[in-house]
């Protein structure tokens, strides 16, 4: 079983920097790949930034330039850097993890994190 527990959200004023961190447990196949969402009061949830398991990495136009995700060596965790936020990123982060799970019992697996608040004030 996958689990994954988001940390560093807060309250922050606009401009300013925060950054999440995503630590993943149990069996994760080096063929993965993980994504941090969002979903703000009354809007969808929205892909924010994605890393391959080869290092790969993808941003909505939204945070580009001022969003980073990476991660570690040991790759247990993941973080995303987020410089000049502003009101409208404020929302519920959440990490999530997708892959596929070989074996007989195999497929394709998809774990979510409970998310971490990030509250950007004007």
């Known amino acids: 079983q996958v689990q994954l527990v988001e940390s560093g959200g807060g309250l922050v004023q606009a401009g300013g920097s925060l950054r999440l961190s995503c630590v993943a447990s149990?069996?994760?196949?080096?063929?993965?790949?993980i994504a941090w969402y969002r979903r703000a009061p009354g809007k969808q949830r929205e892909l924010v930034a994605k890393?391959?398991?080869?290092?790969?990495?993808d941003y909505a136009d939204f945070v580009k330039g001022r969003f980073t995700i990476s991660t570690t060596n040991a790759k247990n965790t993941v973080y995303l850097q987020m410089n000049s936020l502003k009101p409208e990123d404020s929302a519920v982060y959440y990490c999530?993890?997708?892959?596929?799970?070989?074996?007989?019992?195999?497929?394709?697996?998809?774990?979510w994190g409970r998310g971490t608040q990030v509250t950007v004030s004007s």
């Open positions: 149990g069996r994760i196949p080096s063929a993965n790949v």
């Open positions: 999530n993890v997708n892959f596929y799970e070989l074996g007989p019992s195999g497929g394709i697996r998809n774990y």
């Open positions: 890393i391959f398991g080869g290092g790969t990495t």
